[in-house]
């Protein structure tokens, strides 16, 4: 598979945080979702990316090209938004189109235009009286204009509430599935991850536990609900967050498709029940576990 970013023993330094010798690749056509808790250096890792800051030791390679001779050429191929949204507030869209156009070779004013009426933009308005969420629309029509190679996204609905934030995510999804985009977006709203990313890497404390596609994830990944003393040592082995109530006790198991022969008889005397987990269920199981 080819990868358009490759993070080869990553690594800053903080006072109070440490990004801790990431080695990462995202994979060329794809959307890549990247997942932690506020504070787990998703943003740094994406700053990192976009040279942004420097590291204290590793590489960054994008578009299969380094920053230190190719750091325009790079940003030229990327389209990118970042935690906040700056504009020039008494400017117009269309203005704002007209001067970033000149920092890009391959700047479409006509893709820009028909974008601002796809997210229902006025191209004439002045940008102080958009809402934050017509900004991160914005943002995003400037970030798919001059048709990137790769799209970064750093938190891009945080902070907005969840009809718009919905959409948002649903037009980002229209547009990547049909035009084939490479997408790396960050976010602890999981429920956004889960609706757009193909793959996902899940960061804790500076440190990348676990990646995989989605899929792989979801049917690895599941919750039983089981009676005690009805599981074999090797199964209850496998269940992290396990908790004892009145009526049985609940745990999830990372290792489903191993198991899953040995839960047969228990899953036919009615002993145990398996239910699916979502993206946030394993975040919370990386996290309590770091």
Same mark, same amino acid.
């Given at each position: ?15 109070? =945080? ?6 990462? @690749? ?22 990192? %990316? ?61 893709? =820009? ?75 602890? %709203? ?5 609706? %757009? ?45 396990? @908790?004892?109530?009145? =009526? ?43």
């Amino acid at each position: 598979m080819e990868h358009i970013v490759r993070l080869s023993h990553l690594t800053k330094n903080y006072p109070e =945080f440490r990004l801790d010798d990431i080695d990462l @690749e995202i994979p060329r056509g794809y959307v890549t979702g990247l997942i932690g808790p506020n504070g787990a250096g998703k943003t740094t890792t994406i700053k990192l %990316i976009m040279n942004l800051i420097r590291p204290d030791e590793g590489s960054v390679e994008v578009l299969g090209l380094g920053h230190g001779r190719h750091n325009r050429e790079i940003k030229d191929r990327t389209g990118y938004i970042g935690e906040e949204q700056y504009f020039y507030e008494q400017r117009s869209a269309t203005w704002t189109g007209r001067f970033v156009s000149h920092f890009f070779t391959a700047w479409d004013q006509d893709r =820009f235009m028909q974008l601002l009426d796809r997210f229902g933009l006025p191209p004439k308005q002045r940008i102080k009286k958009y809402s934050k969420g017509m900004k991160v629309k914005l943002s995003l029509a400037i970030a798919l204009s001059h048709h990137p190679e790769l799209i970064i996204l750093d938190e891009p609905t945080s902070g907005l509430d969840p009809v718009i934030r919905r959409e948002v995510i649903e037009m980002l999804q229209d547009l990547t599935s049909v035009e084939g985009n490479t997408v790396l977006i960050s976010s602890h %709203i999981t429920d956004d991850i889960e609706r %757009i990313a193909d793959y996902v890497v899940y960061m804790v404390q500076g440190r990348i536990p676990l990646t995989a596609s989605k899929d792989e994830l979801l049917s690895n990944w599941k919750r039983l609900h089981f009676k005690p003393d009805t599981l074999t040592a090797d199964i209850i082995s496998s269940l992290e967050l396990v @908790e004892t109530q009145m =009526f049985g006790s609940t745990g999830i198991t990372r290792r489903f498709p191993e198991i899953k022969d040995g839960l047969e008889t228990s899953l036919s005397n009615g002993n145990v029940r398996i239910e699916p987990v979502g993206l946030d269920d394993i975040l919370i199981a990386l996290v309590k576990g770091a």
